[in-house]
């Protein structure tokens, strides 16, 4: 089958879902939570600038630097281990799909941590990110797809209604089980973006 990886980030972690093609027919061949924290670092990894508020500068500046490095090294890890079992489940590999925000300004560390909403912004592009850079380290296809314009972006990209692709996506869930709820749903239908672009 040809496979494509659709990924939601969350702080610390990710709803995977590993969508594969044959001919017409589409099948959920995988989905699970995807660990992009060590868990002996979860109290201070999964929100590294929450963690550093309050520290002194330097410390506080290392705890971030640390924060993004871990992300990133663990999102490669998983991300090599996931796009290692395609092929050998004899599954061709073709695209990942990232559901990513709206950037972030280019604050500085010492900016992020003197407003409390700015901290939260810049750990949900801290964890996307990642997953981006993951992506590119594994050499795979990137398909970066903004999340809160995902559906029409969908219609746009598969020349299909949104409502048509909500029902397909919901006959997947069904047929692969629970879980499947809006993390998986979106996921599916990045996933399925990417797929549909690589074949055509």
Same mark, same amino acid.
């Given at each position: 089958?040809?496979?494509?990886?659709? !990924?939601?980030? @969350?702080s610390?972690?990710?709803? %995977?879902?590993v !969508?594969?093609?044959?001919?017409?027919?589409?099948?959920?061949?995988?989905?699970?939570?995807?660990?992009?924290?060590?868990?002996?670092?979860?109290?201070?990894?999964?929100?590294?600038?929450?963690?550093a508020?309050?520290?002194?500068?330097?410390?506080? @500046?290392?705890?971030?630097?640390?924060?993004i490095?871990?992300?990133?090294?663990?999102?490669?890890?998983?991300?090599?281990?996931?796009?290692?079992?395609a092929?050998?489940?004899? @599954?061709?590999?073709?695209?990942?799909? +990232? =559901?990513a925000?709206?950037?972030?300004?280019?604050?500085?560390? &010492?900016?992020? =941590?003197? +407003?409390?909403?700015?901290?939260h912004?810049?750990?949900?592009?801290?964890?996307?990110d990642?997953l981006?850079?993951?992506?590119?380290?594994?050499?795979?296809?990137? +398909?970066?797809?903004?999340?809160?314009?995902?559906?029409s @972006?969908?219609?746009?990209? %598969?020349?299909?209604p949104?409502?048509? !692709?909500?029902k397909?996506?919901?006959? =997947?869930?069904?047929?692969?089980?629970?879980?499947?709820?809006? &993390?998986?749903?979106?996921?599916? =239908?990045?996933?399925?973006?990417?797929?549909?672009?690589?074949?055509?």
């Open positions: 089958m040809h496979v494509a990886f659709g !990924l939601k980030a @969350h610390g972690w990710a709803a %995977l879902v !969508l594969g093609r044959e001919g017409r027919s589409l099948r959920v061949l995988e989905r699970r939570r995807l660990e992009l924290i060590r868990p002996e670092d979860a109290y201070w990894a999964k929100q590294p600038y929450h963690a508020e309050g520290l002194a500068r330097d410390d506080a @500046h290392e705890v971030v630097r640390r924060g490095v871990s992300a990133r090294a663990v999102a490669a890890s998983e991300l090599r281990k996931c796009a290692k079992q092929p050998a489940q004899g @599954h061709a590999l073709r695209a990942c799909a +990232v =559901l925000g709206a950037p972030m300004p280019g604050w500085s560390v &010492d900016e992020i =941590l003197a +407003v409390h909403f700015r901290m912004k810049a750990e949900g592009v801290l964890f996307r990642a981006v850079r993951a992506a590119r380290e594994c050499e795979l296809r990137l +398909v970066e797809i903004p999340e809160k314009t995902l559906a @972006h969908a219609e746009s990209a %598969l020349k299909t949104a409502s048509s !692709l909500a397909d996506i919901a006959r =997947l869930g069904k047929a692969a089980g629970p879980p499947w709820g809006k &993390d998986q749903k979106d996921a599916a =239908l990045a996933a399925l973006v990417a797929l549909r672009g690589r074949l055509k």
